[in-house]
């Protein structure tokens, strides 16, 4: 079992960033493909980044060039930094880490929320 801890999450201006961090409870981090999706009320979940245990990144069209998602093996945490952040950009953020061992199966984090408002 895999726990997945998020943090950084809170209220935001319009223009302003916010770094989201998860800190993951694994030995085997850097095997995971990890991610991060958002909700917003009434709307399904959808991904907003994912990074490979290569390093490959991939991005929601809405996000390109404002957001960014790293990863630091060493300490288990994966980040997503959030520029220039929208309205609709408010949502609960949930980091993902897919299992290198089970095909198709993930962990959840708990989710955090994120609102951007002036």
């Known amino acids: 079992q895999v726990q997945l801890v998020e943090s950084g999450g809170g209220l935001v201006q319009p223009g302003g960033s916010l770094r989201l961090s998860c800190a993951a409870s694994?030995?085997?981090?850097?095997?995971?493909?990890m991610g991060w999706y958002r909700q917003a009320p009434g709307n399904q979940r959808e991904l907003v980044a994912h990074?490979?245990?290569?390093?490959?990144?991939n991005y929601a069209d809405s996000v390109k060039g404002r957001f960014t998602i790293s990863r630091d093996n060493a300490k288990n945490t994966v980040y997503l930094q959030m520029n220039n952040l929208k309205p609709e950009d408010t949502a609960v953020y949930y980091c993902?880490?897919?299992?290198?061992?089970?095909?198709?199966?993930?962990?959840w984090g708990q989710g955090i929320q994120v609102t951007v408002s002036s």
């Open positions: 993902n880490a897919a299992s290198p061992i089970v095909t198709g199966y993930a962990y």
């Open positions: 694994t030995s085997i981090f850097s095997f995971y493909t």
């Open positions: 990074i490979t245990s290569s390093g490959s990144t």
